[in-house]
């Protein structure tokens, strides 16, 4: 069964943040998205559910309106359009999977969950930084900065929700190939928090699909790359805007599209040769790995990691998974 989007006349575009990020996420994009119509960034703080922070979106926003979500955001738009897909116009997904969290995710979900209920929120935050950042990233003390302050605007009350939230949802890949409005699946080709075949499940799936693959970039691309996240994001909104709005974007249908990235036009399109099942190439249960990369965030005075509780090897076996 198909699943028909809205078209859309006046622009209203509502951004979905990330878990354990506040709109300060969407600041790079943020006057692009002005330029094209309102903007609004939806509400994931206070609610317990994926499913509730959908209907809150659809309670509280206006009649049709073009969807941006990020990680955790991706899993609120999803489910958004499985509710009302006549009101979405566009849906742009970030960094995001359609999959629900094996069980090792989950073990880890809880283990993360425990530490921040026992007061080891900041060690958390900490800990996870060099997953949400691509590898060469890790040293930036920018992104470090504006790591911590969205997680503090987040606070663990929040986080414990927003893990709560996003451990019970749904998978969504039977809802992909009858969504049939225009769809961007932009993922960081360095991410190792939801590795790039993620976004290529989804764009295999979706026929009105556009995968753009961000070079340099992680699981942050949006403020890791600004420039080419904010031309990519107009990219989007413009196809939201055609008189054709339904289709296929930028060519024919599929996965086939391009890496993003110094000396690359966002409009190249080059084939990419894409399994029907990418997932099933990546390690781990599921398609995910638990997590991979980057050094701890700091450990207990017993060499243990503030995260997994285990042994401190050198190298972050799972953190949050956003």
């Given at each position: 069964?198909s699943?028909a989007?809205a078209t859309?006349?006046?622009?209203?575009?509502?951004l979905?943040p990330?878990?354990l990020?506040?709109?300060?996420?969407?600041?790079s994009?943020?006057?692009?998205?002005w330029?094209h119509?309102?903007?609004?960034v939806a509400d994931?703080l206070?609610?317990?559910t994926i499913a509730?922070?959908?209907?809150?979106?659809?309670?509280t926003?206006?009649?049709?309106?073009?969807?941006?979500?990020?990680?955790?955001?991706?899993?609120?738009?999803?489910?958004?359009v499985?509710?009302?897909p006549?009101?979405?116009?566009?849906?742009?997904?970030?960094?995001?999977?359609a999959?629900a969290d094996?069980?090792?995710?989950?073990a880890?979900?809880?283990?993360?969950?425990?530490l921040?209920?026992?007061?080891?929120?900041?060690?958390?935050v900490?800990a996870?930084?060099?997953?949400?950042?691509?590898?060469?990233?890790?040293?930036?003390?920018h992104l470090l900065?504006?790591?911590r302050g969205m997680?503090?605007?987040?606070?663990?009350?929040?986080f414990?929700?927003?893990?709560?939230?996003?451990?019970?949802r749904?998978d969504?890949?039977d809802?992909?190939?009858g969504?049939?409005?225009?769809t961007?699946?932009?993922?960081?080709?360095?991410d190792?928090?939801?590795?790039p075949d993620?976004?290529r499940?989804?764009?295999?799936a979706?026929?009105?699909?556009?995968l753009?693959i961000?070079?340099?970039?992680?699981h942050?691309?949006l403020l890791?790359?600004?420039?080419?996240?904010?031309?990519l994001?107009?990219e989007?909104?413009?196809?939201v805007?055609?008189?054709?709005?339904?289709g296929?974007?930028g060519?024919?249908?599929?996965?086939?599209?391009?890496p993003?990235?110094?000396g690359?036009?966002?409009?190249?399109?080059?084939?990419?040769?894409v399994?029907?099942d990418?997932?099933a190439?990546?390690p781990?249960?599921?398609?995910?790995p638990?997590?991979?990369?980057?050094?701890?965030?700091?450990?207990?005075?017993?060499?243990?990691s503030?995260?997994?509780?285990?042994?401190?090897t050198?190298?972050?076996?799972?953190?949050?998974?956003?």
């Amino acid at each position: 069964m198909s699943v028909a989007c809205a078209t859309l006349r006046v622009m209203h575009t509502i951004l979905v943040p990330p878990l354990l990020c506040s709109p300060a996420v969407y600041a790079s994009i943020l006057d692009t998205v002005w330029s094209h119509g309102s903007v609004a960034v939806a509400d994931t703080l206070h609610d317990d559910t994926i499913a509730d922070m959908a209907a809150r979106i659809l309670r509280t926003g206006p009649a049709r309106f073009a969807l941006l979500g990020t990680s955790m955001g991706g899993y609120v738009a999803l489910e958004v359009v499985r509710r009302a897909p006549e009101r979405v116009a566009g849906l742009a997904l970030v960094s995001t999977s359609a999959r629900a969290d094996s069980d090792d995710q989950l073990a880890a979900r809880r283990r993360q969950s425990r530490l921040v209920e026992e007061g080891h929120f900041d060690a958390l935050v900490d800990a996870a930084f060099p997953g949400v950042v691509a590898a060469r990233n890790e040293s930036d003390p920018h992104l470090l900065r504006a790591w911590r302050g969205m997680a503090a605007s987040v606070g663990p009350r929040g986080f414990l929700r927003q893990q709560a939230a996003t451990m019970d949802r749904t998978d969504a890949r039977d809802l992909l190939p009858g969504i049939t409005c225009p769809t961007f699946v932009i993922h960081g080709a360095q991410d190792r928090l939801i590795p790039p075949d993620a976004g290529r499940e989804i764009a295999a799936a979706v026929p009105t699909s556009t995968l753009r693959i961000v070079e340099h970039a992680g699981h942050f691309l949006l403020l890791e790359r600004p420039d080419e996240a904010t031309a990519l994001v107009s990219e989007f909104l413009d196809a939201v805007r055609r008189p054709s709005g339904r289709g296929v974007i930028g060519g024919s249908a599929g996965p086939d599209r391009d890496p993003v990235g110094p000396g690359r036009a966002p409009g190249d399109v080059r084939g990419r040769g894409v399994s029907r099942d990418p997932i099933a190439q990546v390690p781990g249960e599921g398609g995910l790995p638990q997590y991979g990369g980057g050094r701890r965030g700091g450990s207990h005075a017993d060499g243990r990691s503030p995260v997994t509780g285990q042994a401190d090897t050198g190298e972050t076996r799972d953190a949050t998974h956003l």
